[in-house]
């Protein structure tokens, strides 16, 4: 192997060759996955064990629908903190989205909209008002995520219309990345804007996360059997998976990558052919020395395999220094296309099965070569 990387300044042609194949693989493929990267991370690091969601089964958390009457039933069951006036850390959510939002790029988009309970800011400690004041009960006012702030230039004028009505922003906060992007309000106004006597979802914090046992037996005696009661880890894990499962966003990845990826196995097999080729003295006075062809073959797919990772990581830090950090509004929300170790993993993975196949055929021509056969080639 040692032999073989040393020539490798004489072989650049080839070295470029397979670099080139394999980033442009891991280029496709990252792009795509980079986005969801970025709804994995703002989903599965915005929950707190210490608090519950309670949603519908079978039916998209947009649509979930839950009776006022539940919130003044759960504030009396076990483990339901309570914020320092006494009221209970019960929440009744409205969720909607607002369509026709101006992105800060010209086009138009929608930003999520949370109704929330008064105690809001006790039941999640995360939240941080960094601007402005909080919305007043009965007054159609809203206050403003900072990555809502960053995406939405059609917020610039702090005023927005949402259900046929004129809401003013009156602050701006930071909360965990998948609520940096909403736009929050009462719940009670913007349901009776809305026309409805519902709540969405019903979120409440627990004294903690132990108590949630014995919280959901009290609970599910008091709920009706289609409710679900878990964890909002558990609610926003849920999601993500219900995510990777029905986004066309990844059949699409995978399809275009797998579709790059034959041109470059085809690339790395001609390339690998040559090296052999190339490197025929090198191999026969190797065999002459006693060196197997078995040991000669894997030498030759450990610098298929270098130079594929090689390629990976270039076709990696393209799309980090292009894409990484930018602001996508899609999967109902917006969130941080995210460029991280985990997809450097996946495309140095690509690169080596990529490299595995394409090297494949001539390692075992090698592999199978007499001493003789070798020093006849050369």
Known sequence: TR????????RLRGVRTIMVAVG??????????????????????????????????NKPWEEDKLSLNLVKILATAPGVAHAPDGGPLVSGEYQASMDLIKRNNGNVGYASVA????????????FHLLSGRMPRPGAKELIAGDIARKKFSGLDDDVVEHLGVKWRI????????????????DAATLETAGKKSFHHLLRIRLTSPEMFERFRQAAARKLPADARIERETDNYARRWKSITETAAAFTIAYILATIAAMGATGAVAMTMQVVAEERARDIAVLRALGFDG???????AAEAMLVSLLGAAAGTA??????????YNGAGNVFRATVNLH???????????????GGLRPAIRIARQTTMEALRDA
Request: net charge negative; aromatic share 12%; proline share 4%.
């Open 343 to 357: 997809l450097l993993l996946v495309a140095m993975q690509w690169g080596m099965v990529i490299a595995l196949i």
């Open 318 to 327: 393209a799309i980090w220094l292009w894409f990484d950090g930018y602001l």
């Open 294 to 300: 078995l040991a000669v073959a894997l030498s030759l």
């Open 115 to 126: 109704g929330v309970g008064p105690h809001f800011r006790e039941m999640t400690p995360e």
């Open 170 to 185: 009156v602050g701006t906060f930071t909360a965990s990345p998948w609520w940096t992007a909403y736009l929050v309000g």
């Open 3 to 10: 032999v073989g990387l040393s020539t490798l300044h004489h």
């Open 24 to 57: 442009i693989v891991a280029f496709v493929l990252l792009f795509f996955l980079c986005m969801a990267e970025g709804i994995r991370l703002g989903l599965l690091t915005s929950g707190d064990p210490a608090r519950v969601v309670i949603t519908q089964i």
